[in-house]
């Protein structure tokens, strides 16, 4: 029966050939592939959004028009399409509001227990809320906690104003800020801040309330509102909330401040009615700083007959997280401290007590950030899914994963224009067999590394009591790689992007944190590639460098430099067609006629990084500067994408190797990586492998916090936490080489290695 498939016909989304495909449903479905081989396309650019867009497409003028817009995919069709629920690995968001109460919607059902239950009570459920005014404290706003200037890091008082005295770029010398100070008249720019009398000081300060005159750029005077150097920071950083901002200011901003708990209600969020309202003698805030696993028995034990229904809407919950291997968290927890894995995990809770059916649950790597252990517990929520009568279908290298799955859509057989093809379709015993680039993966033998790098020293970090660190104590070899794993909660991340980072400020490091992508934006620019490619080409042709700019000078009129001009419909699906102008090339026909050794801007855009590494081979700066972004790009897997490719084109796991690209070309002899193989392919995982030894072999230490088996066995040392996550974790259980590891008798991930070594072998037997 056609109704039994989802049907599509010639889908064309990105680098997809043609793709004609039916996906079973009622079944998990794994798409599986090499990085850029077009699995996203196909699963989230094609058949989720069509649902979405279908799905809209059911509600009334009114409501569509202020609902998210979704364009018609590139296919000639797409059939028998069912609601869409996309559990992407974007971050949860909410910024410091947001918690894992908040986020997984248990904190407003314990503030009706409480409005009903507490005693004495301090109203209704409202009031109990950290993000009401009512209930929040006034002390923090709700936060917890204060951000305040370190004037010690703010201010250099041994040098003047002139000097740059202020520790902060955006009000550094030559700044319309520092006019605002240098230039006013109150202070004297060639006097050290040392120097100033108490007035001054404070004047500096925290001053308010006048205006002062100043020159501007025209030599004239001008006159504008004065605020002390404090006053004006709060302002635009502090309130605005740190976390917030952008990538340098950011980080400019976090050098500067301190924070503490607010000394108000000491880190609990709530007003002091609030915080005395308690049942079985605990606070709301108390409740929500227990481990999931400890609040439930709590909450079990309530037994008023109104209170128990309230409690017991909140215990399904709580069970379902801890259902799903995160009993280990906290309410309180801020989901922005959360793993990529902890957060996909957490957005899902949310669904599980549906009884909705026929629904389609599409997935992103939800194995990312898993240990072997942990990617058990996902497969068993990926079966409750599908039991319940929908269509789960997942994006997924695991090979747990695979073997879990009703139907695999094999894609490749490369990347970029390489790939886009269905493959392989049909059993993962099947895929098992077959002659593509994951049914090799799946038949490789990957041993364990037998010969270690002898360490040039050691780096200790001692007494490490980061969120669960139980006073670890704990050495890393320098000159090696390391890999620190461990079950999800053992505090992995917080050894090494926490207390090992803090330790070790110089280091390169490369979190799980998103990259900003705008259609704008591309690899290009984000790896810094176009100014001295602009450069260049300015200069081989003797006009000024803005005209090789698709977002200044050098931009198309017909579409601004976008290259495609979106119209917005309103209720109706918004279309994007291509610039007729410029030929979605972006650029004004006279720019395109400047070339650099016989291609134009755009060519060079429009060309995948390892090609066009050949192009710069010479000994300018520029050049060099140019060619070491290009080399890292394919060093990292992504010599197949175009420089010029939008960034919010590009899946997950491309945007992390893009953002690990961008930092490899910078001068370093430490590098920190946080699971870097999410998204990759086996045979990615291999050329990631070759990178880490080309980085230490040229000199550097890498320390890698990974899940990843094939990672575990090339390690020269390996740390392992534990025993369990959350308060069961937070110690050392094993340190040592992967050959020592294999024979561990109290290490979970000894014991799923000795497995892998055992599969590997049956496999390669059979």
Known sequence: MHGDDIIISRARENNLKDVSLRIPKGRLVVFTGVLGSGK????????????????????????????????????????????????????????ARSTVGTASEINPV?????????????????????????????????????????????????????????????????????QLYAESGLFDPDKPLRDFTADERDLLLYGKGFRVRRRNRTGSLGSNAYEGLVERFDRLYIKRDIDTLKGTVREAARRVVREDACPECGGARLNAAARASKIADRSLPELCALEIGDLIGMLEDVTDPVAASVAGAALARLRRLEEIGLGYLSLDRETRTLSGGEAQRLKVVRHLGSSLTGMTYVFDEPSAGLHPRDVDRLVALLRRLRDKGNTVL????????????????????????????????????????????????????TPVKQAFRTPSQWLTVTGANARNLADVTVRFPAGALTVVTGVAGSGKTSLVMEEFAARHPHAVVVDQSAITASRRSSPATFLGAMDPLRRLFAKANGVDAALFSHNSAGACPGCDGAGVIRTDLAFMDPVTVRCEACGGRRYRPEVLAHTLRGRSIADVLETP?????????????????????????????????PLGRPLSSLSGGERQRVKLAARLHRTGQLYLLDEPTTGLHADDV???????????????????????????KHADWVVDLGPGGGRAGGRVVFEGTPAD????????????????????AEAAAS
């Open 686 to 712: 291999a050329a990631l492998l070759a990178l880490l030894d080309r980085l230490v072999d040229g000199g550097n230490t890498v320390i890698v916090v990974e899940h990843d088996l094939a990672v575990v």
């Open 394 to 445: 997942v994006v997924e290298h695991d090979p747990a994963v695979i073997a879990a799955a009703d139907h695999v859509v094999d894609m490749g057989p490369g990347a970029g224009a390489r790939g886009g093809e269905v493959v392989f379709t049909g059993t993962a015993a099947r895929l098992a067999g077959a002659a593509t680039p994951t049914g090799r993966s799946l038949r490789r033998v």
């Open 110 to 178: 314990l503030r009706v227990l409480f409005s009903r239950h507490g005693v004495p009570s301090a109203g209704e459920a409202s009031v109990y809320s950290f993000n009401d005014p009512r209930g929040m404290c006034p002390g923090c706003d709700g936060l917890g906690r204060v951000t305040r200037v370190d004037l010690d890091r703010f201010l250099d008082t041994s040098k003047t104003l002139n000097e740059g005295a202020v520790n902060f770029p955006p009000f550094g010398v030559g700044t319309f800020v520092w």
């Open 40 to 95: 996203s396309s196909l699963v989230f650019g094609t058949v989720a959004v069509e649902a979405r867009r279908q799905l809209a497409e059911t509600f009334s003028w009114f409501v569509r028009d202020r609902m998210p817009k979704h364009e018609r995919p590139d296919a000639d069709a797409i059939e028998n399409l069912a609601p869409a629920v996309v559990v992407d690995q974007r971050p949860i968001g909410g910024g």
């Open 609 to 641: 990084a390892a090609q066009a590494l050949a192009l710069f081979t010479g000994d300018d700066p520029a050049e060099r500067a140019i060619a070491a972004r290009l080399r890292a790009l394919a060093d990292v897997g992504l010599g197949h994408m």
């Open 741 to 760: 590891l294999v024979h561990a008798q109290e290490s979970v991930t000894a014991d799923f290695l000795r497995r892998s070594l055992t599969a590997q």
